[in-house]
């Protein structure tokens, strides 16, 4: 897929330009790779659902120290940011970089490599469930704190 991406943009670039293939194709699908994301989400969670139910107790074993380790980074690279006067454009989306797991990647290579009942698999739906609310609150606590920051970064 790597391959066949970059051959495309490739060729697409050739033939089109840079600018159209950035101003006017990849728009187009964003609605697409937003709803492809939520399905195959889905997918997955349908998929594990009676594993996720039935291990109750590895959920919350699994679940508590991603939710530990998300706030702290988070909180750690913000406030070291703040620190070092760095801007919130630079800061906010720093924060959240530096305290995602990329759950979404570890779903496939565990599914791939393990299977879709294994104990791996479990682990890493069980941090996209945890991730994506904790993030998303992450998001909002940067958002609210946004005038702890300088106005714009220097040119």
Same mark, same amino acid.
């Given at each position: 897929?790597?391959?066949?991406?970059?051959?495309?943009?490739?060729?697409?670039?050739?033939?089109?330009?840079?600018?159209?293939?950035?101003?006017?194709?990849?728009?187009?699908?964003?609605?697409?790779?937003?709803?492809?994301?939520?399905?195959?989400?889905?997918?997955?969670?349908?998929?594990?659902?009676?594993?996720?139910?039935?291990? =109750? $107790?590895?959920? #919350? /074993?699994?679940? @508590? %120290?991603?939710? !530990?380790? *998300?706030?702290?980074?988070?909180?750690?690279?913000?406030?070291?940011?703040?620190?070092?006067?760095?801007?919130?454009?630079?800061?906010?989306?720093?924060?959240?970089?530096?305290?995602?797991?990329?759950?979404?990647?570890?779903?496939?290579?565990?599914?791939?490599?393990?299977?879709?009942?294994?104990?791996?698999?479990?682990? =890493? $739906?069980?941090? #996209? /469930?945890?991730? @994506? %609310?904790?993030? !998303?609150? *992450?998001?909002?606590?940067?958002?609210?704190?946004?005038?702890?920051?300088?106005?714009?970064?220097?040119?």
């Amino acid at each position: 897929p790597l391959a066949i991406g970059w051959g495309l943009r490739t060729w697409l670039v050739r033939q089109q330009g840079q600018r159209w293939l950035e101003d006017v194709l990849l728009p187009r699908f964003a609605p697409v790779t937003i709803a492809a994301l939520l399905l195959t989400l889905v997918f997955i969670f349908a998929f594990q659902a009676q594993n996720i139910m039935g291990k =109750t $107790v590895h959920v #919350v /074993l699994i679940a @508590v %120290p991603i939710l !530990l380790q *998300v706030y702290v980074n988070a909180a750690l690279a913000y406030g070291l940011m703040h620190r070092f006067r760095v801007p919130y454009a630079i800061a906010a989306p720093g924060a959240l970089i530096g305290a995602s797991n990329f759950f979404e990647l570890a779903v496939a290579t565990a599914i791939a490599l393990f299977g879709a009942e294994s104990g791996a698999a479990l682990a =890493t $739906v069980v941090g #996209v /469930l945890v991730e @994506v %609310p904790v993030m !998303l609150s *992450v998001c909002g606590i940067c958002n609210r704190t946004r005038h702890w920051f300088t106005r714009e970064a220097a040119a």
